[in-house]
């Protein structure tokens, strides 16, 4: 009972203390605080609601990010220039545009040029380009031509187009007539196309035999030995006296932000970064809740004895074979549960859980010291006995397990994400993994989109840990001899 | 003589078999109490009420259908017959009862097995009887996870054996300061190994139990089973591997401070036979009992293991059932996973009366 009686007289203070003279428990320590420190950091500068905001918004808010993008970082790993997105904005009067409005004599018909240019310097083909629209109009609706202007003078007319709406988006790389007349381009040019070429390639690369084959598309740069630039070219008409037009050009590029972007264009870092507190929360707090419950549980077990024992050490033998997890799945696939709701049922799912038969042995224990025996003399209830000699003596060793089951709730609640039933708001780490795994982000070569996620879990649990194996060594000295 | 034996066999065989028989039945009432909770959990949003009575209402709909002496009637008509004999059907079967007496109607239902109707799954053979469905996947559970518990096993009881004897050695360090890194479970392993071998190096499949098309001989078909199975086994042992190894190094540890090892020592027993009679013996027991720990756990952690390779079996279908939203194989993985559980328990009981001298001393 040496190591009973030595545990006793550890406080918190000098607990944490001693974790530190560990090197499992500094590394802990200082993964843990990293973790603390970048929650910190989203809750400060992505509020929940604007968090939850944009992680639903879905495409209204992400609209000029490029899908699937890589982070930014990959740029070092790939040793390549990989395309930023590009965005000329003539609303915004961006530099590069150019506008200008004839008005037709004697009709109220204008004739319209917009030029927007930009130049283009990356190693790689862009994601995607878009043409956005904002038109006023009042009689007829604005009819516009759309060019593309390669460095080298090619000029390729794109499409013919109608615009019908005040705010319109012209999807021009998954545009069908678009694709027809870069094809036809290709084809009347250079030959060919040896397989499907996709159109952002035809509009970027070196216009000779090279561009019929993705393998061997070289990017035709802005720079070089004379400094060109690409240029979108809309020539049209607009009907009406205060009809006007502006445009603006997205050219999307291949990576973004710190952690990449998902197949809804999100910024994936959000969910990293609120991932963090949701997981130390949600594993904390099921950590705590159910060692409290469960610690109750054991010390009325262990103190009282008799029927009560007997009934509650019935009821942790049945508790062992019941299908927890499967239970678990059950529950949150019928009842969409939120993450606090998932952790009342966890609760449920385990109060007699395994946890009570350890801590009851201890209870035994203390039951037989000999100051237990002093207050019952003395003539204290049993419940000044249980809260203010059993439970405090039996807290200490309590602890590393307390700290070293908070990852198994973690991970739990990334599992459920993992299958699709994690909360229904939060951005969990758990969820971008289920959303990069049904996306085909291990086919597809999209490593970060679940490596990143899977690392933050990875992190989380490790100094969990390693504070609980120094924190066990501390408290349960005899594991120090082995 | 001859007798003698025979009684004496009798005796030493009565009693494991009343134990056996007794944990059992205990068993089986923790099947069925989980049976219960599970139809009670599962009601409180009347699941189970809508998946017997869309199978009554199915049935009825495909006799009368197909019975000649409707099929000259109007439609309307037809409905009209339909949901009178449904109506009709729900009385007789008592289903207009309060929940409390159907919830035993559905416990009988569930401890049988009798799991009713899949709403949009089928299964291999095209049936979409919810007891189909799962049963046909067991066996693949069974096989990767009873493979890896028992790789797992003797994994750990070999390097174990080897640690404790170099025990204080840098290698013993080394499995103790890596230990935590189990606190990651298998499957999210499996991302990693999956990225590195099949995404990067393409060497190993992504996923899958055998190739498409499978190959016809057996063997090639074996041996592409055998392909798929190396990923998710890997992952299953790298996450058990150093917390395993140091725990059951510690085991024997434990166990080689005894006295009698003591006395061996001083008797000069050479330590292969120390080790093997006076350390590995005693120590089984606390090491099968981790082996049946891992094992009852595999059947949980299948569920996202199996997600994460392909895998066809169990976790699978769970995975497939939640993402259709198939309320009827939800609820019949669960009773399913309760009688897994069970069974595996009682397995491992009789194993243990098997290697626990102490348990076998009772019956004496």
Known sequence: ?????????????????????????????????????????????????????????????????????MPYWYKYIMRKNLPETIVVDGLRGDPGVIKAVTEIPGTNIKRILLEISFTYDYDDFPSEVNLFFYANYSESLPLIKIYWIKPDGSNIPLISYTIRRPYTILYLTINDDVQKSLLEFVRSN????????????????????????AKTAKILKSTGSQIRKYTLRIEGMLFGKDSDLN?????????????????????????LLWGTPIALAFGLTSSLAISIVQLIIAVISGWYGGKVDFIIQRLTEIYMIIPFLPFLIMISSLYRLTIWVLVAVLLVLSIFGAGVKSTRALVMQVKEEPYI????????????????YIIPKILPPMIPGLIGSVPGFVFLEASLAFLGLGDPFLPTWGKVINDAFSNGAFYKGYLWWIGLPSIMLILTAISFALIGFALDKIVNPRLREW | MKRRIKKLIKMSVKGPILFIVKRAIALYLIVVLSVYITIVIANLGGYVDRITQAQILEDITFTIKRDPQYRGLPPEEVDRIIRDTYELELKKLGLDTPFIVRSFRYLVNGLTLDLGRAL???????????????????????????????????????????????????????????????????????????????????????????????????????????????????????????MG?????????????????????????????????????PALPPVITSFSLGLIGSWGGAIITETVFNWPGLGKVMRDAINSMDTPVIVGEVIIYAYLLAITVLLLDILYLFIDPRIRARFR
């Open chain 1, 1 to 69: 009972m040496s190591n009973m009686s030595a545990s006793g007289e550890l406080s918190i203070k000098s607990i944490v203390r001693e974790v530190l003279t560990y090197r499992s428990g500094q590394v802990g320590a200082a993964i843990l605080l990293f973790l603390i420190g970048l929650s910190i950091y989203a809750v400060i500068a992505i509020p929940y609601d604007r968090a939850i905001a944009l992680w639903r918004g879905e495409e209204s808010c992400w609209i000029e990010v490029p899908r699937n993008a």
């Open chain 1, 190 to 213: 250079v030959g060919e196309p040896k397989e499907y070429i996709e159109p952002q390639l035809i509009m970027f690369a070196v216009n000779d035999e090279t561009m019929l084959s």
């Open chain 1, 247 to 271: 445009a603006k050009l997205v050219v999307y590029g291949k990576v973004y932000g710190f952690a990449g972007t998902d197949h809804l264009r999100r910024d994936v870092s959000i969910a």
């Open chain 1, 373 to 388: 025996e002093a207050a019952l003399a003395y003539g204290a209830s049993s419940r000044r006995i249980i809260f203010l």
């Open chain 2, 120 to 242: 949009y799954l089928t299964s291999d053979t095209g049936s979409r009887q919810v007891k189909l469905i799962i049963l046909e996947r067991l066996p693949q559970t069974v096989m990767l996870f009873t493979t890896a518990s028992v790789l797992n096993f003797f994994i750990h009881l070999f390097l174990g054996l080897y640690l404790s004897r170099h025990y204080g050695g840098k290698l013993d360090k080394l499995f103790i300061a890596l230990s935590p890194t189990s606190i990651v479970p298998g499957w999210l392993y499996g991302l990693f190994l999956i990225m590195i071998f099949a995404s990067i190096l393409r060497v190993l499949p992504y996923g899958g139990y055998v190739d498409v098309p499978p190959p016809d001989d057996p063997v090639s078909y074996g041996l592409s089973v055998l392909k798929h199975m190396i990923l998710p086994l890997s992952s299953w042992i790298i996450s058990g591997f150093f």
């Open chain 2, 245 to 281: 190894v140091y725990g059951s190094r510690t085991f024997y540890l434990i166990f080689s401070t005894e006295d009698y090892v003591t006395v061996a020592k001083a008797k000069g027993l050479p330590p292969r036979i120390i080790e093997r009679r006076y350390i590995l013996r």
